[in-house]
Nanobody, 128 residues
């Protein structure tokens, strides 16, 4: 099964930028997976942040990050990215990479239940 490893998290100042990466190994051909980013803040449910279709041609974002975050993928590198521009304090959370192999909810799902594999998460902390 596919293994997902996130990297790039850390402390960033509000208004700065950060890029998260998620590398996939040992699974099916990477381009067969819909990929997504989710996050979970203390006391909150895990929520959808961004998703990208298998070929990278379709993306979707949570309203809270639209215009600030950009998801992309490089199938030749088996990697999906989340570029975080102008992060806010409320973006502080553990960010998780996820893969959907069976497209339960279509081309780019936004439900946690639609994804089959998850990384361990990477902490992003936004300071003032």
């Amino acid at each position: 099964q596919v293994q997902l490893v996130e990297s790039g998290g850390g402390l960033v100042q509000a208004g700065g930028s950060l890029r998260l990466s998620c590398a996939a190994t040992h699974g099916r051909t990477f381009s067969r997976y819909v990929m997504g980013w989710f996050r979970q803040a203390p006391g909150k449910e895990r929520e959808f942040v961004a998703g990208i279709s298998r070929g990278g041609g379709t993306t979707r974002y949570a309203d809270s990050v639209k215009g600030r975050f950009t998801i992309s993928r490089d199938n030749s590198k088996n990697t999906v990215y989340l570029q975080m521009n102008s992060p806010k304090f409320e973006d502080t959370a553990v960010y998780y990479c996820a893969a959907d192999e069976d497209l339960k909810y279509g081309e780019v799902g936004s439900d946690t239940g639609g994804y089959d594999y998850w990384g361990q998460g990477t902490q992003v902390t936004v300071s003032s």
